[in-house]
């Protein structure tokens, strides 16, 4: 000792039998232990070197003496204890007595040096009487034994892998061991000991599971991954560190699930394409259950289900004619894929986009050269009307169907077009009394109000108001026949709907030269509209109106129901056995295209109320007619359809549908620039296809075109210096 104060001396003499003490205890020797009085003695030993003896050498002397006591019972006893032969658990053992040993060494010294502490390590800023201790059992045990440790703890590891039995309690104090020496800080243990099993770990399982994959089908391999990862965070809460159970799981997930992904999915007959057409929802369930802790794992799976989803909705709208039944298979298939991203994919955002994405890609596409846009009106049209599929479902039914159409609507980038065609076909349920239930026009009416907002129903809306008012107005007209002082004047039933322009579709204007009756009727209700309102003007529209007109034929008597038109050529003949065609035209004074249209179904089709000179399919100039007295059918009431304008209805409707894109395009570009004055070209095309995508997908070379018309309006200019950038014209 470098110490020459006897004080010292004398103090330090009393300790060494403590220590000597201390170590017979540690070695086991029966009966030894402190008493109070001894506890006493060493404490007032250390607290007296400390006060009595002068300057902080001397104190500082103590400090590095006791460590030379750890050092010194390190070398001479545990060292050579672990040295020798033993093997796997045994060593193990051993390991923790030593440890367990140290620990109470080190809290006996501690009581006894703790004056130490006090006077110098806290103000000097050294490491505590206490952790003196910890550190040279960590730097001379724990660095020598660390790769031995480690070793046997790997073979016990993956012994119990193999199924074989271990003592689990044993590893939990030999993890204690390297989670205590690093003395409240994991950075010892994750260093020098969950390093090395992270990686034996990914070894192991990257092993296994190159032999896996080879081997077993789809569901088999994920049973086996699932059974893996459950039996690993088993084990880190039997005996590895809480810390440790993220890392080691993430490699197991790496090495079983991402390594082989894409083999695991592409399995011919049991990857995922298989598990989806075979409605597998529990192997569905497991692999999202898997994947769900690695994001990353997530996209590829949620890709190809956008690819079977797409493939299968494309083949589909390919391969299909127009019918009926179109929707329905689309129905059926967003059905499906919705159950699934809804059950085994717990409605996950990556799912949802990928259903929604492979939707957005077929129902964009035209089918028979019919948009899906117009093929869901038309689902939805058979659903509303009278004598459609609707009347075969009940309500609950219906509404479920109606609602569907929504959410596929959501897919079509052209929801403006299925309005357009949709208030055509409500136009026609609503006129012609087809609408099979109102609750049922209301139902759908508000989900796509919901959906996309008040403006896009408002007309929809307004034209069942204007049927509930026409009603109401057809009851006042009736009461006004009533108290007229002829009141049977008429002769006819007349029933008029009366219609606000805006609301409505756009109708063909068919002016005529009606008949003496027909004439009459028209003018008694214009006389009865001119007592409720002089602001308003009514204007006829009688290329939707309809007649119910009584042929007495030689067999029998039978009601006609014709167009305005038709009905106008049949009471022609009332006063006329021949009409020549010319002769009907200068009556009627009707156009070419209409008279033909009217003339070829009450001559040349189905139901040949007129015969014809000379006989032919097609109805020229030159023909001749007269009513054919002999016409007879089995029915006392037939209806006589004018001939189907499809082709002339679709092209109308994209007129229109194109007129109101410009004015649409032209709102939101002056919306935009008011908002921000100056705009180079490019976000103005960004900003502009966002605000008017809920409706309709504006193509950039129309918006280009809408550009440079309202450059010429001068509602905006071009930037003198930079042509690229527009500035609004206030």
Excluded at 553 to 565: G, M, Q, R, Y
Aim: with cysteine; charged share 30%.
């Amino acid at each position: 000792m470098a110490c020459k104060s006897s004080n010292f001396d004398m103090e330090w003499t009393n300790i060494q039998k403590a220590i000597e003490k201390l170590q017979n205890i540690l070695l086991g020797q029966p009966g030894v232990t402190f008493t109070t009085e001894e506890y006493m003695i060493n404490y007032t030993s250390v607290y007296n070197i400390c006060q009595k003896t002068s300057g902080d050498n001397i104190i500082e002397q103590l400090y590095h003496d006791y460590r030379n006591i750890y050092e010194r019972y390190i070398d001479s006893v545990v060292l050579p204890l672990l040295a020798k032969e033993y093997h796997g658990e045994f060593f193990l053992r051993e390991l923790v007595k030593t440890w367990r040993d140290h620990k109470v060494m080190v809290r006996w010294l501690s009581h006894f040096f703790i004056y130490l502490d006090r006077v110098f390590t806290s103000r000097v800023s050294l490491p505590s009487i206490h952790e003196v201790g910890v550190i040279c059992f960590r730097e001379m045990v724990c660095k020598e034994m660390n790769a031995r440790a480690v070793d046997v703890v790997l073979y016990l590891i993956e012994k119990e892998r193999e199924k074989g039995k271990i003592d689990r309690a044993l590893l939990k104090n030999v993890v204690d061991v390297f989670v205590e020496v690093g003395m409240k800080e994991l950075e010892y243990y994750q260093h020098n000991f969950e390093a090395a099993i992270v990686e034996d770990t990914g070894k192991y399982y990257s092993r296994k599971a190159s032999s896996w994959i080879m081997e077993d089908s789809c569901p088999d391999y994920m049973v086996k991954a699932e059974e893996c990862l459950k039996s690993e965070r088993e084990r880190v809460s039997h005996y590895l560190h809480s810390s440790s159970e993220q890392k080691l799981v993430a490699r197991v997930q790496r090495e079983l699930l991402l390594v082989y992904e894409s083999q695991l999915l592409e399995k011919e007959d049991s990857g995922f394409q298989a598990l989806i057409h075979e409605d597998k929802v529990e192997d569905l369930s497991r692999m999202f259950r898997l994947y769900i802790e690695t994001p990353e794992g997530l996209e590829p799976i949620a890709d190809m289900l956008k690819q079977i989803i797409t493939g299968e909705g494309t083949m589909l709208v390919e391969q299909e004619v127009v019918s009926a039944d179109i929707i329905k298979k689309i129905i059926g298939l967003h059905d499906r894929y919705m159950d699934l991203v809804t059950a085994p994919f717990k409605n996950h955002a990556l799912f949802q986009r990928a259903l929604q994405q492979a939707f957005e890609v077929f129902c964009n596409k035209d089918i028979a050269g019919s948009s899906i846009a117009e093929l869901l009106s038309m689902f939805c049209d058979d659903m509303l009307k009278k004598g459609g599929d609707g009347e075969k479902l009940n309500y609950e039914s219906i509404e479920e169907n109606l609602e569907k159409v929504v959410k596929l609507l959501a897919y079509v980038s052209d929801r403006d077009l299925f309005a357009e065609f949709f208030k055509k076909k409500l136009s026609r349920r609503l006129l012609f009394a087809k609408s099979a239930n109102q609750e049922y026009e209301h139902f759908i009416l508000t989900k796509l109000k919901q959906q996309y907002g008040a403006q896009y129903t408002s007309k929809m809306e307004g034209m069942i108001t204007d049927i509930t008012l026409a009603k109401e107005s057809q009851k006042e007209f009736k009461k006004y026949l009533q108290d007229q002082p002829n009141s049977d004047t008429l002769g006819i039933d007349l029933s008029v709907t009366v219609l606000t322009t805006t609301s409505w579709p756009g109708f063909k204007s068919l002016d005529i030269n009606f008949p003496g009756e027909m004439l009459n009727c028209i003018e008694v209700f214009k006389g009865f509209y001119n007592t409720k309102t002089h602001n308003k003007k009514l204007s006829w529209v009688h290329s939707h109106g309809t007649c119910n007109i009584h042929g007495k034929f030689e067999a029998k008597t039978i009601e006609l129901i014709v167009s305005t038109s038709q009905a106008a050529m049949l009471l022609l003949f009332n006063y006329a056995d021949k009409l020549s065609y010319s002769e009907i035209q200068t009556q009627l004074n009707i156009d070419d295209e209409d008279l033909v249209r009217s003339l070829q179904t009450l001559s040349c089709l189905k139901y040949k109320i007129l015969k014809k000179t000379p006989k032919a399919i097609a109805v020229s100039p030159n023909d001749v007619f007269e009513f054919n007295s002999k016409f007879t059918d089995r029915m006392r009431r037939i209806r006589i359809p004018l001939p189907c304008q499809e082709v002339e209805e679709r092209k109308k409707v994209a007129e229109d549908i194109d007129k109101d894109r410009r004015y649409a395009i032209d709102a939101a570009i002056v919306r935009i620039m008011k908002n921000r004055k100056v705009l180079s070209y490019q976000k103005l095309v960004i900003e502009c296809i966002k605000l008017l995508s809920p409706m309709f997908k504006p193509e950039i070379k129309v918006i280009k075109k809408r550009v440079e018309d309202l450059i010429i309006r001068d509602y905006l200019e071009r930037d003198e210096d930079d042509r690229n950038l527009f500035k609004y014209i206030a």
